[in-house]
């Protein structure tokens, strides 16, 4: 099942024109820099900017095209703006409530009961959204969108507008929904670590024209794209929890191309985390080093090298078949005489464990 989605779409001095196939699972981010056309894809998605070149389908669902254009009303979807927009002289559970009369008792696939416990808002139910923080509004607008029982759930910058604590708040629940739901997220932002964090698919946008589209992992590390040049630029890795150590407070996880290990997190063996490695965190030997405070170092083969700037080049490893990157200096990449197919190894400063 996929998401199909053509528009082009001219707004004077702005032409967005893409031709998009998503996957209908997880989330898909749309990234880019402000004013690129993340936000107007996301309407056109929405039917909320009806162009007349357009073609959407949802599943086995055609929303839009040449002679047929479903109404934003009639879309079974739910949309999560930067602004939670709850109706202020109305109760949290009133706010809910409103969603739910929108769907045929038959045709609802998420209770009222269950975006609640989801979104944990049971303590908020006879409150005055002027009563609530930054974090909750939002938990509830989601509650809210999931109330409608959504065959696609649209969320426009959800954290733009909360401050860091209230930003890490969301994070989880946003998470949770396509660990708990079966329902396909689509889902704008201009934030690398919020992306890191919660993309499957990621689209990158440039201009109103996409320029890649296609598996997190694979689009972060890719030397022709921005994310892998970038001053910040790291892999994100899909690894398991192993075994916590309770002498030296540490926890192990296992991923493709081996063991890492971080401090102490209170996770179930077992269970699946997200790591994010900074490529200048990374350092490459040729031989397995000993004598070394440094305890992540796994074996790599180097896949691709690019120059970046006039002293470092970033580099692109496989390890099993994980990308990894590193950003040294050309001088060590001289003296190491790297080239692709070279097996090294790489040694990880530090570890950020994002879920």
């Not at 909360?162 to 969301?170: A, G, H, P, S, T």
């Not at 991923?255 to 490695?277: C, H, I, N, Y």
Request: some cysteine; proline content about 5%.
């Amino acid at each position: 099942m996929t998401i199909e989605a053509r528009f082009r779409i001219d707004q004077g001095d702005f032409t967005l024109d893409v031709d998009l196939s998503l996957p209908a699972q997880g989330v898909s981010s749309l990234f880019g820099p402000s004013g690129c056309g993340k936000t107007t894809l996301l309407r056109a998605i929405a039917g909320l900017e009806h162009h007349r070149d357009g073609y959407l389908k949802v599943g086995d669902m055609v929303w839009q095209e040449a002679g047929l254009f479903v109404p934003p009303h009639q879309r079974p979807l739910g949309y999560v703006f930067q602004e939670a927009s709850l109706f202020p002289h109305l109760s949290v559970r009133r706010n809910l409530e409103y969603g739910v009369r929108r769907v045929a008792e038959s045709e609802r696939r998420v209770s009222l009961e269950q975006a609640i416990e989801l979104l944990e808002i049971g303590q908020l139910l006879e409150r005055k959204p002027d009563t609530l923080s930054g974090g909750e509004r939002q938990r509830v607008a989601i509650a809210r969108a999931l109330a409608v029982s959504p065959s696609l759930l649209l969320m426009d910058e959800p954290l733009a507008a909360l401050d860091v604590n209230r930003k890490q708040e969301i994070l989880p629940y946003i998470e949770s929904l396509h660990q708990d739901l079966d329902i396909p997220v689509i889902h704008v932002s201009h934030s690398p670590d919020e992306v890191a964090r919660i993309a499957d698919h990621l689209v990158l946008l440039e201009s109103g024209h996409v320029v890649a589209s296609g598996d997190v992992h694979e689009i972060f590390t890719r030397l022709d794209l921005p994310p892998a040049l970038d001053s910040d630029a790291a892999a994100i890795i899909e690894a398991v929890v192993s075994g916590h150590d309770e002498t030296y407070h540490l926890t192990y996880l296992e991923f493709a191309g081996g063991r890492v290990t971080v401090p102490r997190e209170d996770l179930r063996v077992g269970s699946q985390v997200r790591l994010k490695l900074a490529a200048r965190d990374v350092s490459l030997t040729l031989e397995h080093q000993s004598g070394t405070s440094i305890l992540n170092i796994f074996p790599a083969v180097i896949d691709e090298i690019t120059a970046e700037g006039s002293a470092q080049v970033t580099v692109r490893l496989l390890a099993g078949d994980a990308p990894v990157l590193a950003r040294i200096t050309k001088k060590s990449a001289a003296d190491l005489a790297l080239k692709p197919g070279k097996a090294v190894y790489a040694q990880v400063k530090s570890v950020a464990l994002l879920s």
